[in-house]
Each structure stands twice: as structure tokens, then as C-alpha cells.
């Protein structure tokens, strides 16, 4: 018999003093929303697969939190992975899976909806499904269950967790949440049986409800066909957008312990329009939608007002890139002039960067260290993956930050990049070194860099959709290039390991034979993949074999273009024709320009032509849509049967 809150809570006041971090469990923050349960007819409960700690600073799931408890019908509470010894602590003392703010069991909530940013969380998804008391797989759950929502940038490639999630949320969460909640609502007041949900769900634009697909294999393993078996699902699957960003959230829930990020998330725009060929975040939010400086400056008074927070951030993918961002330093500036504001600019571009907004900057923002993102070295790798900023350029946008006072300068790289030779990342420590020079040249023996070098994985939506993935010996030999290289004082160099590499590679293109794959790693122990010291490579090896998959299939081979490929069935709004040519164009060395200078036809204009022409202006940084544009149609040999 399911547990009652007081149970729950007299359970765990027992435990709590005997784990760490007891906060992390309690609930009970400042800017908690708790309603009344037995008068709210619909019930969320919104799930992040890691710790609180990381938890807590997700945006998406605060403006999802926001929205829905905003509805006088809904509500929606908090859960989150607990460490190892909470969750042992748990296990032993019959406690499930509960929320935060009314200790409820997550069993007993209408809808479990689970954020998958990120592919090394899927076995913590599932383990918060068996903490949970709900059955794993999709296919074993009934009417008295809760459904099983996941979203987020990993759900573009949904097929690996296909078995386990009754409905995906493909784009953006804002209005398909509510949408998702008062389908689940009627439902519940229907009587009918669970399938009647799930096809009703995926007559939503932007759900995806995977039960009702059938994926077909030739023999080499690659995908032959994907078939709808309902007339309501939707073949493809387009992403929801929102045509104007929502006035963002302000009662942002304030943590009693120390957490990622202590501050104010301010999300400024939404897309970026640069087309770095690796970025699936470039790609999959397009279009560019920016916030009004008055609405995020409002927003921002409110949030300082409501939390206590002395620190914001800006959030986009690429912050020098908003239209206003020299108008909104300043007026931050004069707005919270002598109240000791921390400003954050993460993501700044180098060729978008001026020495006015470093000069704002120097005023504001805390002297940590100040980021770049050259991602490459050479000259050729910066125009294959459509980066083409000169080494020049990097040189003296780093003399102008040590001159304006910063002592550390973090350079973000990849290796990894297609059609890479060992002289490439050579020149990551050459440019490393050459950028400590110029430092020293300034500030003198002060000037620090820190050189984070991250391997590339080939994302689903993108350009490099295609390309093999380098092997751990491919990567290992470049990383001990640059540990040789890059030592001695004024340096600090990090990376990834290899091993977590290839778990992200193997699950970011796989298809939904990997469920398999992830089900038996969980089954052997695996959980907690983002966090080194839990990560077990073993473990995901030997949960291949048990699959009979091989591994190397989803991540050394180079895919041809005219293959099917296992997201195909998901349309993120950029044409695959598009991103077939730009690979293309990147093996010829050609580059796109940022496009909002010119528009290269990627295929969200004419996919949400309808949304553009109702909104028309600076709302959107694509061209104005006026006439009747035609609906794009992939290309695509799927078959629909209903
Ligand atoms: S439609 Fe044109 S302007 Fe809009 S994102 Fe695509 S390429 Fe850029």
C-alpha cells in the first residue's frame, strides 16, 4: 500500500540524519509553491535525473514549475535523484521516490515528467522510475499509473528511451506541458482506458508517444523503416516552438545549501543563427527569439526582489549575439548601480565581443575567469565546423581582457572535429601558449590560462550527423599531446575521459535497440554516468554483449547521407537537405555567415511560416513571412498505417 505524506515524513526525519547533505531532501525553500492536493484536480510532478544540486539550476524545469502552478487546475512539485546513500538510506527504510513540497509519493501524481538534457542520466531516469514503485518499461504500466513525460535537447533523439517513456515532449515545454496536463485531465475524467491516452496525447503538436511507432531493421542494422500504427501519430514529429519567449520566471526557488549556480537565470534570447556545423543546440532551437531589454530588466527586479540573489546571468547561446546586449549592460548598470549586482555573460562569442560591452563588463561582472570558445586551433578546422574566427582575432580580444583586469582566461576547444590530424591540436597548444604570452606581455606572471578541452560526439540534427566519432586510442593520443604540451606555471588543462565519451556517442545516435542496452547497464549497477567516480565503462560493455549489439556500429562508422536514421522521424525544423549540404559545404572548406545576414533556407521559415506571418518584426531574427509559404515535406521513405 502506497505511503501516506506523514509516514513518509516521520520515515524521513529518521534518515535525514544520517546522510549528507540532509537539505538536498527536505523541501521547503523560499518561493516553494505548495496547493492544495485534494482540491487540485491535476497533479505534476517535475523530475530532474541527477542531484539537487544540479537540479535546482535548471531553467527549463523552473519555467515548467512556474507555468503550471500558475494554472488553478494544476499542480506541480519537485523530485530529484538522491545520492547513494540517500537512496540506500531509502531503500532500507520502504521509503519511494517523493516530492519535495508535500512528500507525496511520485506514484501517486497524474503525470512523472523527467528532464533528459542530457544522455548520461538515462539510467538515472530509470532508477528514479524503480525508486518510484512504476514499472520501467512503458508497456507494463496501467490505468492507475502515472504517464511518464520526458523532454529536453536529448529527447531529439527520443529512440534510446523509447521503451521507457509513455510521451516525449519534442521543443519547447511552455505551452505543450499545459497542453500534455489537460489532455491527461479529460482523460482522467473519462474513464477511458490508458491507450485512449496515449492516442489522444500524440495528437498534440510536438508529443511524440512512441508505443505507436514500429521501427523496422535492415540486416546490416541500420533503420529499413518507421511506421506509424495509429492514424494519430504524426509522421514526422514536428518540434513545438513558442512563437514569443513567455515572460520568464521570477520566483525562483532559493536553495537552504550550496548549489551549482547561485543566481538569477535570465534567458535573453532563444536559437542562435551562427550554424556551428557540431552545436545540436544551434540547430534544434532555432529560430532566434530575443526578450525586450524592458521585459528582462522588470524580470530582473522582481527576481533580485523575490530571492535575495546578488548575481544574474544572461542566458543564450551566444550572449554578445542579442541585438541589445550593449543596451542591457548599461542599463543594468544604471538600474542596480551600488547594489552589487554580479552579472554573468556566459557565452560569449569572440567575433561578436567589443571592447565597450568589456568595458560595461569590467564593471560589473565578478573577476573570475572570462571565457572564450575558440573550439579550434587551425585556421581549416575553424571554417570546417563554420567557426571562422582568425587566430588574430583571438590574440586580441585576449590582450583586451587581461588588459581590462582579468587574470584568468579560459579557452574552450574540441578535439575530436572531423577529418582532425595530430597538428591540429598541436596548434591548441600553440594558441594556448600564445595567448599566455600575450597575458604576460600585459599583467606579467599573473596571466593564467585555463585550457578546457572536450571531446566532439556527433549530435542527431546536425551537419556532423554523419561522421564517425574518434576512437578512445584516436582521443587518448591527442589528450596526451596536449598534457605534454600544455604544463608549467600559468597553465591548467582539463578534458574528458575518453571512456564517458564514448558512452555519450554510443547513446546520442543510437536507435531504440539501445533500450536493451540501457536497461541491463542499470540491471548490472550502472547509475550516476555524468559523475567520473560512478561511471563504469565495464558495465555498458558487457550490457552490449548481453544485447548482442556492437558498440563501434553507433560510433565509428561513417553513416551514409542517404541512410535512414533513427531520428528521422523527428522534424526539428531544419531541412535534413539542409544540414546534407552544409556537411558537404564543410568538407569543401566553405563557410555560412551568420544568417541573419543572409538567409540560407534552412527550413524553419517555410515549417512555421503560419507563426512567422503572425508575428511579425524583430520578434523573430529570421526574414518576414507574407505570403502563403508552402508546407516543407521531407523526403522521407516512411510508411503510414492507420
Ligand atoms: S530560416 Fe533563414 S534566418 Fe531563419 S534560422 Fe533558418 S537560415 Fe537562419
Redesign the pocket.
Known amino acids: 500500500m502506497a505511503l501516506s505524506p506523514e509516514e513518509i515524513q516521520r520515515r524521513l526525519e529518521r534518515l535525514l540524519p544520517t546522510v549528507q547533505k540532509p537539505g538536498r531532501y527536505t523541501g521547503g525553500e523560499l518561493n516553494q509553491v505548495v496547493k492544495n492536493w485534494d482540491e487540485t484536480p491535476l497533479r505534476v510532478l517535475l523530475a530532474f535525473p541527477d542531484i539537487y544540486d544540479l537540479g535546482m539550476s535548471n531553467l527549463g524545469l523552473a519555467i515548467l514549475y512556474d507555468g503550471l502552478n500558475r494554472q488553478p487546475d494544476m499542480l506541480a512539485e519537485r523530485a530529484y535523484s538522491p545520492w547513494p546513500d540517500m537512496e540506500a538510506a531509502m531503500r532500507a527504510a520502504g521509503l519511494p521516490l517523493y516530492s519535495l513540497e508535500t512528500k507525496h509519493p511520485a506514484a501517486d501524481f497524474d503525470i512523472l515528467g523527467i528532464s533528459l538534457p542530457y544522455e548520461s542520466l538515462y539510467t538515472n531516469a530509470l532508477n528514479l522510475l524503480d525508486l518510484a514503485g512504476i514499472p520501467l518499461l512503458s508497456r507494463d504500466r496501467g490505468e492507475s499509473q502515472p504517464l511518464i513525460l520526458a523532454g529536453g535537447h536529448a529527447a531529439f533523439n527520443p529512440e534510446p528511451m523509447a521503451d521507457f517513456v509513455d510521451a516525449f515532449a519534442i521543443g519547447e515545454g511552455e505551452e505543450l506541458i499545459l497542453d500534455v496536463a489537460r489532455c491527461v485531465r479529460d482523460w482522467k475524467e473519462s474513464g477511458h482506458a490508458r491507450p485512449h491516452l496515449l492516442r489522444s496525447l500524440a495528437k498534440i503538436w510536438g508529443v511524440y508517444v512512441p508505443s505507436l511507432y514500429r521501427v523496422g531493421y535492415r540486416k546490416d542494422g541500420t533503420v529499413a523503416e518507421i511506421e506509424a500504427l495509429a492514424p494519430e501519430a504524426a509522421l514526422p514529429v514536428t518540434k513545438r516552438i513558442v512563437p514569443e519567449l513567455p515572460p520568464p520566471p521570477t520566483r525562483f526557488i532559493v536553495p537552504y545549501i550550496d548549489v551549482t549556480h547561485n543566481r538569477v537565470p535570465m534567458e535573453i534570447t532563444r536559437g542562435c543563427?551562427r550554424g556551428c556545423r557540431f552545436c545540436q543546440a544551434g540547430m534544434i532551437t532555432?529560430?532566434?527569439r530575443e526578450r525586450p531589454v524592458g521585459e528582462v530588466i522588470d524580470a530582473l527586479e522582481e527576481a533580485l526582489a523575490c530571492t535575495g540573489y546578488e548575481e544574474v546571468a544572461f542566458l543564450s547561446l551566444s550572449s554578445s549575439d542579442y541585438s541589445h546586449i550593449l543596451e542591457l549592460v548599461r542599463e543594468v548598470s544604471r538600474r542596480f548601480a551600488g547594489r552589487h549586482l554580479n552579472l554573468s555573460l556566459p557565452s560569449l562569442r569572440i567575433d561578436s565581443f567589443s571592447v565597450e560591452l568589456m568595458d560595461l563588463l569590467q564593471g560589473e561582472a565578478r573577476r573570475g575567469g572570462f571565457t572564450l570558445a575558440p573550439e579550434a586551433a587551425t585556421e581549416r578546422m575553424r571554417q570546417l565546423i563554420n567557426k571562422p574566427v582568425s587566430t588574430e582575432q583571438v590574440l586580441s580580444t585576449a590582450r583586451e581582457i587581461y588588459a581590462h583586469g582579468w587574470h584568468t582566461l579560459k579557452l574552450y576547444f574540441m578535439i575530436g572535429h572531423p577529418s582532425e590530424r595530430l597538428e591540429d591540436v598541436q596548434a591548441i597548444a600553440d594558441l594556448s601558449k600564445a595567448v599566455l604570452a600575450v597575458g604576460q606581455k600585459v599583467i606579467g606572471k599573473r596571466a593564467k590560462v585555463h585550457a578546457g578541452v572536450s571531446t566532439f560526439v556527433p549530435k542527431p540534427h546536425t551537419p556532423f550527423q554523419w561522421v564517425p566519432c574518434d576512437t578512445t586510442d584516436q582521443i587518448e593520443a591527442k589528450q596526451s599531446l596536449l598534457k605534454r604540451q600544455l604544463r608549467g606555471p600559468g597553465f591548467k588543462l582539463s578534458w574528458t575521459d575518453p571512456k564517458e565519451t564514448m558512452l555519450e556517442a554510443w547513446l546520442s545516435r543510437g536507435d531504440r535497440r539501445l533500450g536493451a542496452v540501457i536497461l541491463e547497464a542499470w540491471q548490472r549497477g550502472a547509475k550516476f554516468d555524468a559523475w567520473q567516480e560512478h561511471f563504469r565503462f565495464d558495465v555498458w560493455q558487457e550490457a552490449f554483449t548481453a544485447a548482442s549489439l556492437e558498440p563501434s556500429f553507433y560510433t565509428h562508422r561513417e553513416r551514409p547521407i542517404d541512410e535512414m536514421l533513427p531520428w528521422d522521424h523527428i522534424q526539428a525544423g531544419?531541412r535534413k537537405a539542409f544540414l546534407s549540404e552544409d556537411y558537404l559545404w564543410s568538407l569543401e572548406g566553405r563557410t555560412r555567415l551568420d544568417?541573419?545576414e543572409r538567409?540560407?533556407?534552412?527550413?524553419?521559415?517555410p515549417r512555421f511560416a503560419s507563426l512567422r506571418r503572425a508575428h511579425p518584426g524583430e520578434v523573430w531574427?529570421?526574414?518576414e513571412v507574407r505570403s502563403p509559404a508552402r508546407q516543407a515535406s521531407e523526403s522521407m521513405s516512411l510508411t503510414v498505417r492507420g
Do not use: E, H, S
Not at 538567409?599 to 521559415?605: D, N, P, T, W
Open positions: 543563427t532555432r529560430p532566434v531544419v544568417c541573419r538567409c540560407y533556407a534552412c527550413g524553419i521559415l531574427q529570421c526574414p
